[in-house]
Nanobody, 126 residues
Framework: QLQLVESGGGSVQPGGSLRLSCAAS????????IGWFRQAPGKEREGISC????????SYAESMKGRFTISRDSAKNTVYLQMNSLKPEDTAVYYC???????????????????WGQGTQVTVSS
């Protein structure tokens, strides 16, 4: 079964950057669409971005466009989320998730993803 492990979270000042990593355990991870999500205290989990199996297609939630960039290194079975110009409202637990569902263009909607990592905390504060 596919296992996902997030890393790269931490504390950063407003305006700073972080790069999150999502490492997949199975060598067949190339068959999975991978997405990034976040959940702030007291709020529902929301989608950020997703990337296709080959990494050639990406999608972003409208509110996440411009500051977040998803990428994939298939040789390392790892998907990254580069986050720039971070704001206090970006504080949340960030999750990566995977699905075998087939999309014409992937959708970063939590309900579409079956396999989830444990999450990594991101705190943006001065």
């Amino acid at each position: 079964q596919l296992q996902l492990v997030e890393s790269g979270g931490g504390s950063v000042q407003p305006g700073g950057s972080l790069r999150l990593s999502c490492a997949a355990s199975a060598f067949t991870s190339e068959y999975y669409v991978i997405g990034w999500f976040r959940q702030a205290p007291g709020k529902e989990r929301e989608g950020i971005s997703c990337i296709s199996r080959g990494g050639g297609t990406t999608s972003y939630a409208e509110s996440m466009k411009g500051r977040f960039t998803i990428s994939r290194d298939s040789a390392k079975n790892t998907v990254y989320l580069q986050m720039n110009s971070l704001k206090p409202e970006d504080t949340a637990v960030y999750y990566c998730a995977a699905t075998l569902r087939r999309f014409r263009i992937c959708v970063p909607a939590p309900r579409e993803y079956e396999y989830w990592g444990q999450g990594t905390q991101v705190t943006v504060s001065s």
